[in-house]
């Protein structure tokens, strides 16, 4: 709300049908309304994407000395703000029903808030004279948005509740001003932080902004051929995907079970997890998996880990282990792009992306299967 002011094992589950993005923990298990594809993610509406986008492209008119906004940023903060508006109707034009309203800051203690803010809008955003409350798919304050507020619609409105608005009011607010170089992370940070005073809240926005970042990057393919390209294409589309823990298998992604290590479950969201995601994209060039990462380890020709990952190649399997050396201690399993990057369903509350291969633990080598 915009206010002035390890891990468990990764897929060790049996087979089933399995934690998940933000989004799911909190609203249920989303629908299959979003996108995956390049330069997107697929638990942001489509509607939502081309606001985030949209106001990109306009904030500069607001702000001219602002440096670095893009799309995974705002998409960062609609993440953690509204879920992007995810189980409301986003017309053509950006409106949003039903409305988003916060709770009202009454100094109750609801929502984690203890400090009263009267009202400034008569009502007129957030539906109610007698008290503020956040408002829209960015939850700005009735307050904040008269100051950054701006039409980018043309409709000579300025709308927190309307998706184009909502997302260049945001786009204006993390400009700041003095306009930021939101390319350098402090600024970044500073942003967030301004947006919503937790360090808790910076840490959480800037991890879909990664995520968000990776997922519209692209890697190069252009020497990827056959098979190979098919298994990565496959990974690839399932990019934003919840993580789900026993979730997904060669028929695709699909309800989990309980619980992981940390106590997660998967029952109620539809995604992958690591082993489920494996499966699934070599199952699209005709090759079965068995269903963990240490029972993968036993397919094809094994790589060691002493070889470093320099011996990997796009399409290979890679594994991490809490004891390398010893593969029934291999508790996680990606696939490799190529240039130290992997397709990964790291952990509950996670999606699906793109991660370096040192992001995750106890490399133990990998398989090649084609």
């Not at 390890?6 to 923990?25: E, K, M, R």
């Not at 690839?236 to 995907?241: K, N, T």
């Not at 005709?286 to 011996?311: M, N, Y």
């Not at 796009?314 to 991490?320: I, R």
Request: proline share 6%; aromatic share 8%; with cysteine.
């Amino acid at each position: 709300m915009v206010l002035l002011l390890f891990a468990a094992v990764c897929c060790a589950a049996p087979a089933g049908n399995a934690i998940s993005a933000y989004v799911a923990l909190k609203t249920g298990a989303q629908d299959d309304g979003g996108i995956a594809e390049g330069g997107s993610a697929a638990d942001i509406p489509p509607r939502m994407l081309a606001a985030y986008k949209k106001a990109v492209q306009q904030a500069g008119k607001h702000v001219p000395k602002c440096q670095g906004m893009r799309w995974p940023i705002l998409a960062g903060i609609a993440k953690a703000e509204s879920h992007h508006a995810v189980g409301r109707n986003i017309a053509d034009n950006g409106d949003i029903r039903p409305k988003i309203y916060g709770v009202l800051l009454t100094g109750s203690g609801a929502g984690g808030n203890t400090t009263v803010f009267p009202d400034t809008d008569n009502g007129k955003w957030d539906g109610t004279p007698s008290a503020e409350r956040a408002v829209g798919p960015f939850q700005f304050l009735p307050s904040t948005w008269e100051g950054v507020g701006q039409d980018a619609g043309g409709d000579k409105t300025a709308d927190p509740h309307n998706a184009d608005d909502a997302a260049l009011g945001a786009a204006i607010y993390l400009c700041g001003n003095p306009a930021r170089d939101l390319t350098k992370r402090a600024q970044l940070k500073a942003a967030i932080f301004q947006y919503n005073r937790s360090h808790e809240y910076v840490a959480n926005v800037l991890g879909w902004i990664d995520q968000y970042t990776a997922a519209a990057k692209d890697p190069d393919l252009k020497n990827v051929t056959g098979k190979v390209r098919t298994v990565i294409e496959a990974a690839l589309s399932q990019r934003g995907v919840p993580y789900s823990w026993g979730g997904g298998n060669a028929g695709g992604k699909s309800t989990g079970i309980c619980c992981s290590p940390s106590g997660k479950s998967g029952a109620s969201i539809k995604g992958f997890d690591c082993s489920g995601l494996t499966q699934y994209a070599y199952a699209k060039a005709g090759i079965r998996l068995p269903r963990t990462a240490a029972a993968q380890a036993g397919a094809g020709q094994r790589i060691p880990a002493r070889l470093g990952t320099s011996a990997l190649k796009p399409g290979d399997l890679v594994f991490y282990a809490t004891a390398p050396g010893r593969d029934q201690t291999i508790y996680h399993v990606g696939i490799y792009l190529g240039g130290g990057q992997m397709v990964n369903a790291p952990r509950p509350g996670t999606v699906v992306r793109l991660d370096a291969v040192s992001a995750m633990s106890g490399f133990a080598g990998g398989a090649r299967l084609l």
